[in-house]
């Protein structure tokens, strides 16, 4: 297999996925503090998520991606109707631009990016080589 960014982002993709799976656990899914879950963040019959799952597993297989790769990176996900909710939410979407960056790109956040920027620069560096993702544009999602 060829790994290409698109390859590398459709894995990603996967796996993150798998990082908000409820664990597959027997009864209702903790959350991390060991409480049952709310009902609206468990899993939920859904024609459309259903249905993106098959497109996505269709792409992900043809850019090289292994059935057993995929079916670890969906094992226990499903339509959370409560991410979708406080997705749309977001108080980046309530709130102007100025208010937002203002929090979100705070000097003290900038500062610490910077940081962990000059910190990690050598794996940065690295990710770029092998996913041709800038080493600045990792550190800003990170």
Known sequence: MILTRRTALLTLGAFGLAAC??????GAPA???????????RPTPNAAY????RSFRG??????????????????T??????????RNQVEFSRTLEDYLSI????ERV?????????HRDTLAAVEKRYG??????????
Do not use: H
């Open 21 to 26: 799976s409820t664990g597959g656990g027997s």
């Open 31 to 41: 959350n991390s503090t060991g409480g049952a879950l709310p009902a609206d963040l």
């Open 50 to 53: 259903d249905a993106w799952v």
């Open 59 to 76: 792409r992900a297989g043809a850019q090289g991606l292994s059935d057993s790769t995929l079916a670890a990176g969906f094992r226990g």
């Open 78 to 87: 499903g339509y959370l109707p409560g991410v979708v909710k406080r997705d």
């Open 104 to 107: 979100a790109a705070s000097d």
């Open 111 to 119: 500062s610490k990016g910077r940081a962990a920027y000059s910190r």
């Open 133 to 142: 993702v800038a080493p600045e544009i990792v550190t800003a999602i990170w």
